[in-house]
């Protein structure tokens, strides 16, 4: 039982409103630095109450940066992104709970280890891969001799050759697969009733009807809570679309343009050009978390079925 204390709720609401405080802290000084002029953000200490120069600052920050386009490739890249881990996680979680093969634990065993190796472990082999994504085949091909044997035979050399550099699917098709969303789909699917799965066999549902018309009604909240986490996480991606990415005007992201705001060594430091470009950049994803909150939580915390 819990007692009710009025010096407990002080010190609760006290600790609650010191840690708002400093959720919120720098995202006041990004829209207090966004506001200022070139003046008054460079005074130290930082005024910490907004000016009038916003609208210019980020007029300024969306033409330096050529942010128009640039947010454009990261919504398509975000969104597709978000839709394939999706996809291959809930696909990928109903095969290892609902489809009985010996080798299926292994198979998660292995996906959920990969929660250990982030992207900057594997980015070498991973861009190998996005430089030929066929170099894989090509290899067993020759390990095998058919590529030696088809140009003894016919005098053409096979040469399989998928370059996804500068394109959308090597910002997408590499970042699709998720350990997280699969161990998070595996969890639900487990508590789902052997009865319901019984009754849709006795009503005649194969494996495809049961998974559509039943799994993923059910699942609806956990897939929003997992495509907002997915969204934020692809559209806050750095290094991997500057690594795959050279040609910048048409497939460059907001957060590798975000960089040419920054101020040079020996250049005119603008922070308050930059934190206003920073503004416009943090806008899409806390508004597709302010949106998607109530299912957010939802989703981590419910268990109704």
């Known amino acids: 039982m819990i007692e009710r204390s009025p010096l407990f709720d002080y010190i609760t609401y006290g600790v609650m409103i010191l840690g708002l405080v400093i959720i919120v802290m720098p995202f006041w000084i990004v829209f207090v630095g966004a506001s200022l002029s070139l003046p008054e953000v460079s005074r130290v200490p930082m005024a910490l109450w907004p000016s009038d120069h916003l609208w210019e600052n980020l007029t300024k920050a969306w ?49 959920f280890i990969t929660l ?73 699917f487990m508590t789902v ?40 996480s692809s559209w806050n991606q750095y290094l991997w679309p500057l690594l795959v990415t050279t040609d910048r005007p048409n497939y460059g992201t907001v957060m590798m343009e975000l960089k040419s705001l920054i101020p040079a060594q020996n250049g005119m430091p603008e922070w308050n050009v930059t934190m206003a470009g920073a503004l416009i950049v943090m806008l899409p994803p806390l508004l597709v978390v302010a949106f998607m909150q109530r299912w957010f939580v939802r989703g981590l915390i419910s268990k109704d079925k």
């Open 63 to 111: 033409t330096r940066a050529d942010l128009g386009p640039k947010l454009i490739n990261t919504l398509i890249v975000a969104t597709c992104v978000t839709i394939g881990k999706i996809t291959i996680a809930a696909f990928t979680a109903f095969s290892i709970v609902f489809f009985n093969y010996r080798s299926r634990m292994v198979v998660f065993w292995l996906i």
């Open 116 to 188: 250990m190796l982030p992207l900057e472990v594997r980015i070498v082999p991973t861009y190998s891969i996005a430089a030929n994504a066929l170099q894989p085949f090509q290899s067993i091909l020759d390990w095998l001799g058919i590529t030696g044997l088809v140009e003894t035979v016919s005098g053409i050399r096979i040469a399989m050759n998928w370059n996804l550099l500068n394109s959308y699917s090597g910002l997408i098709l590499p970042l699709v697969a998720t350990a997280t969303g699969t161990f998070l789909y595996r969890q639900f």
């Open 193 to 232: 009733p052997d009865e319901l799965v019984e009754a849709s066999k006795m009503d005649g549902s194969g494996p495809m009807r049961f998974f559509f018309d039943v799994l993923i009604p059910l699942s609806r909240t956990n897939m929003l809570a997992l495509a907002t986490i997915m969204f934020v």
